[in-house]
C-alpha cells in the first residue's frame, strides 16, 4: 500500500509539471500559459497547493488535476482546428455581438432573463437561416462552434446549449457546457414556460428515441445543458426543454421538489468531449466544479423572471424582427459556407460522407 501512495505522489506531481511546462511549450498561444496558471489556481485554491501532496492525498490530486491537464491540451487542439473555417467563426461571433447589444437594449442582464430570450429567439428561428429552427441530426459540429448549427437552423442539445453557453461567456458570466444523462420523465416535468414550441423533423425525433432507448440499457451521457453563475447564485439550465434544475449531492441534478427526477452529471466527460472540440471550455473544470456547489433560486423566482422577461419580448417583437433582418445575410453567408464541410463523422473518418 505504501509503495501504491507513492506512485499516486509521483503521478500527481508530473501531472503539475506537465500543466506549468504546457505554459511553456506553446508559445504560439499567447494567452494559454494565462489559462493554465487561472485553472491550476483554482485547483489551488479549493484544495490546497502544489506542497500539500501527501501518499494520503496524492490520488485525489491525480484525479483532480488529470482532466484539467487533458482538457486544457485538448481545447487549444481543438482551438487550432478552427483556423480551418475562420471565416465561420467570425460570422458566429458578429451574431453573438449583437445578441449582446439587442439584451442591452431591452435591458435583459440577469442569467434567467437571458436564459428566457434566447429560448424564445431560437425556438422562433430568430438565430437561423430561413427564420427557423428545427431539431434535426443534420449538423456540422464543427469544433468549439456547435452552436453555429443553430444559425445554419439544424440542430440537437449540443448545439442549442453550446450557443447559450457562448452568449453567457460573451455577456462576462462564467459559463460551459455539462454533459448529463436523463430520462425522458425528468424532461416532462421541467418548467416548459416559452410558447414557441421546438419542432423536431422525423430523423431528429428518431433520432432522440434511439439515443434514449440505447441509454436506458447503457448509462452514458445522452444530453447537454449549461451552467452559468452571476458569482451569488449558480444556475443549470436546458434550453433545448426549457427548464431549471437543481443540484443535489454528487453532483447529481433534479427538478425542483422532486429528488426522483433528475440528470446525472458527467463533468469528466468534458475531458473526452473535449478532444472532438464539442466543449468550448473543457479547461473550466474547476470552476464548473464549484458552481455545483453553489446556491441557486427558487422556483417561483424563476417563472417570475422567465414571465417577466416574456413579456418585454411581447412588447418588443418589432426589435426581434428587426434583430434577424439584420443579421439574416450572415446566417445566409453561414449556412452555404458551410454546406461543403463534412459533419463530425465525416470529419472523422472521411470514407464516411
Known amino acids: 500500500m505504501k509503495i501504491k501512495n507513492l506512485q499516486h505522489v509521483r503521478q500527481a506531481e508530473l501531472i503539475a509539471f506537465l500543466v506549468g511546462a504546457a505554459g511553456q511549450a506553446y508559445p504560439v498561444y499567447e494567452h494559454l500559459p494565462k489559462i493554465l496558471n487561472n485553472g491550476m489556481n483554482a485547483l489551488m485554491g479549493n484544495y490546497g497547493n502544489i506542497t500539500t501532496i501527501t501518499p494520503e492525498n496524492a ?209 469528466s466527460v468534458l475531458t473526452l468531449q473535449s478532444l472532438l472540440g464539442n466543449f468550448s471550455t473543457p479547461n473550466q473544470i474547476p470552476g464548473t466544479i464549484k458552481q455545483l456547489g453553489m446556491d441557486t433560486i427558487e422556483l417561483s423566482t424563476f417563472e417570475y423572471l422567465y414571465r417577466s422577461t416574456l413579456s418585454i419580448v411581447e412588447r418588443n417583437k418589432p426589435l426581434l424582427e428587426e434583430f434577424y433582418e439584420n443579421n439574416k445575410g450572415l446566417y445566409e453567408q453561414i449556412y452555404l459556407e458551410s454546406e461543403n464541410i463534412h459533419s463530425l463523422i465525416g470529419r472523422m473518418l472521411p470514407v464516411v460522407k
Not at 483532480?64 to 478552427?82: D, L, N, S
Not at 442591452?104 to 434566447?118: C, G, Q
Not at 469544433?143 to 442539445?157: A, F, I, P, T
Request: hydrophobic content about 35%; some cysteine; glycine content about 6%.
Open 59 to 267: 490520488q485525489f490530486w491525480s484525479l483532480i488535476m488529470a482532466p484539467f491537464a487533458i482538457g486544457t491540451v485538448a481545447h487549444f487542439y481543438a482551438e487550432k482546428k478552427t483556423e480551418e473555417y475562420k471565416d465561420l467563426k467570425i460570422y458566429y461571433e458578429e451574431v453573438l455581438n449583437r445578441f449582446v447589444s439587442l439584451a442591452k437594449t431591452l435591458n435583459i442582464k440577469d442569467p434567467i432573463e437571458i436564459f428566457s430570450l434566447y429560448v424564445y429567439m431560437y425556438g422562433g428561428g430568430y438565430f437561423s437561416y430561413q427564420h427557423q429552427f428545427v431539431y434535426d441530426i443534420d449538423m456540422k459540429d464543427l469544433s468549439l462552434l456547435n452552436g453555429l448549427d443553430v444559425m445554419r437552423g439544424k440542430g440537437v442539445c449540443r448545439s442549442i446549449s453550446s450557443m447559450l453557453t457562448d452568449i453567457y461567456q460573451k455577456m462576462g458570466f462564467q459559463s460551459s457546457n455539462l454533459s448529463v444523462h436523463t430520462s425522458g420523465e425528468t424532461i416532462r416535468n421541467l418548467s416548459h414556460l416559452s410558447p414557441l414550441k421546438l419542432e423536431k423533423t422525423q430523423s431528429g425525433s428518431k433520432f432522440a428515441k434511439i439515443i434514449s432507448s440505447f441509454t436506458k440499457i447503457v448509462k452514458l451521457p445522452n444530453h447537454l445543458i449549461t451552467i452559468v453563475d452571476d458569482d451569488t447564485y449558480s444556475y443549470t439550465l436546458d434550453p433545448t426543454n426549457d427548464g431549471i434544475l437543481y443540484p443535489t449531492k454528487f453532483g447529481k441534478l433534479r427538478v425542483y421538489d422532486n429528488p426522483k427526477l433528475g440528470m446525472q452529471n458527467y463533468i
